[in-house]
């Protein structure tokens, strides 16, 4: 399975397995971390067989199984946010790619042990990885024509990208962004409160994935 297959199959999975990952697995998923945090900037960490990502009532309803999971963090600096939604992105389709199942979490998890467990200033999520008990199911979408325009006769890599931006997990599921183009130059806005940088990051990778990233460029 290769990323753009993983993104048609990725979706939210809340509920995980009791099977652990093998050393081979969590090799891959720390070397695929650690090329994001060189490339990036960020600090993101993965957790295996550790619990602490969810207050218990959270675990026992919403996040049952989870135990294995990456925490999204960085210093404090320019678009950050953006960073951290765009690399959150490539992990959880690379897991994908490897048979495991992911949630990005950025409003329920326990931010206050999180941000006290890694080296850096700023927790904007987690994202639980592992085997889920199913595959879960494809989100409620917006149509093309709400989330973009393109000035004259869209071209096919971009109507390609954003059939990719729509399968991009944003918080609350509100989709709340908008993708012009104009030639070969395509913008993006997004307005989604405290989400906006994390949202940002993670409609412009599915974007890439979709259009490719040398038929464009972002202005």
């Not at 042990?113 to 639980?128: F, K, N, Q, R, Y």
């Not at 024509?145 to 890599?157: D, H, I, L, N, R």
């Not at 989604?192 to 038929?215: M, P, R, S």
Request: glycine share 10%; proline share 2%; charged share 20%.
């Amino acid at each position: 399975m290769d990323m753009k297959e993983a993104m048609y199959q990725r979706h939210m999975v809340r509920c995980y397995m009791d099977k652990p990952l093998s050393a081979d697995i969590v090799g891959r998923l720390e070397t695929r971390m650690k090329e994001n945090n060189e490339k990036y900037g960020v600090f993101v960490e993965l957790k295996t067989e550790d619990t602490s990502a969810f207050h218990a009532v959270v675990r026992r309803i919403f996040a049952k199984g989870v135990r294995n999971f990456f925490i999204m963090a960085g210093n404090s600096t320019p678009n950050l946010e953006e960073r951290l939604g765009y690399c959150g992105a490539d992990l959880m389709l690379y897991a994908q790619t490897l048979g495991l199942n992911t949630w990005w979490v950025g409003g329920t998890f326990n931010k206050r042990l999180m941000t006290e467990v890694v080296s850096s200033d700023i927790v904007v999520g987690v994202i639980a990885v592992g085997y889920g008990q199913n595959q879960g199911v494809p989100h409620k979408t917006k149509t093309a024509k709400q989330v973009s325009s393109y000035k004259g006769e869209a071209p096919v890599w971009f109507k390609d990208g954003i059939e990719a931006a729509l399968l991009a997990p944003t918080a609350l599921a509100k989709q709340a962004f908008m993708i012009k183009g104009r030639g070969n130059q395509v913008s993006i806005s997004c307005k989604n409160g405290i989400f906006t940088g994390v949202d940002t990051g993670l409609v412009k990778y599915h974007f890439e994935l979709g259009a490719g990233k040398d038929t464009f460029e972002w202005v």
